[in-house]
């Protein structure tokens, strides 16, 4: 009787394929743990070619037993890993209510602040080999952690008429850097007071999109119209062309409500995808059970190879 390890890689790479377009992932982790000979097949890209939606971004919820509220307090916003000429790993994070920047490199005992003017990172890249943040002001700035004393100095104004938002989001989007502001109409009444409890309707965020000229330091508003979906959330933010991710909404924004200051009324209530071309929100419903104290969804990007 012949072993299930001879089947033929061709009859293996269907069952794969059947299974990833099904998003049965338990029996794929399982089918690749048989043998060798079946983790080998599942781990080649070509078993996935023709498979719809087993590259785009999954939302990751947050586990809600025993979640410690005073952890988001002192937790790190977000941190990118780095990689110098050495190869030596830095990791570079905002951490604090205050937004300040660190970065911890290998055999730190502790996390070591940039210097730089005060102000709130809302986030960071890398872009081109060059690390920047940007702060709740607008204020662009390039991060210098290669030097004894890392700092962080101001690079580029707000964009003209700028005034606030609520999250802003640094973003490459065909080898350009652009900025994303986000403002969410629920967190304020008349007073700016918000409302986090506030039934969600399709206008109640707008967002924008500005692309930097790096000879000017100037930001360039555009349309939306750039043939990409754009994922923003706490961790990361990222753009998908829409012509290698036909499954994806182009010209939207797929976001997370990443508004720390309500996530004590559960992470997750403002989740959805915001249209560019008619500026509406189609807003998608986890469910209450989903929502989470402690933190909000997140986007992953799978690799199954």
Known sequence: MASWAELPEELIGLVVKRL??????TDYFSFRGVCRQWRSVASEKHSYAGVSGYKVPWLMMAEKEN????????FVRKAIRLSTANDNCIVLGIY???GKLAIAKPADKTWMTLECPPGHHQDIICFKDQVYAV????????CDITSIQPNAVDFASPPEEFEAADTL???????????????????RDDDGVGDPCQSENDDSHIFEIYKLDFCTKRWEELDGSIGHALFLGTNCSFSLPVSDYPELKGNCVYFTDDYSDIWEF???RSTGIYNFEDQKVEFINLGLDMHSMFSPPLWITPNLC
């Open 20 to 25: 990833v377009g099904h998003h049965d992932l």
């Open 67 to 74: 979640s410690d509220d005073r952890l988001r307090k002192v």
């Open 96 to 98: 604090s209510q205050y």
């Open 135 to 142: 702060d709740a002001y607008g204020i662009f700035r390039i």
């Open 169 to 187: 989001y640094l973003v490459e989007i065909s080898g350009d850097l652009h900025l994303i502001l986000r403002v969410d109409f629920r967190n």
């Open 266 to 268: 559960g992470g997750g």
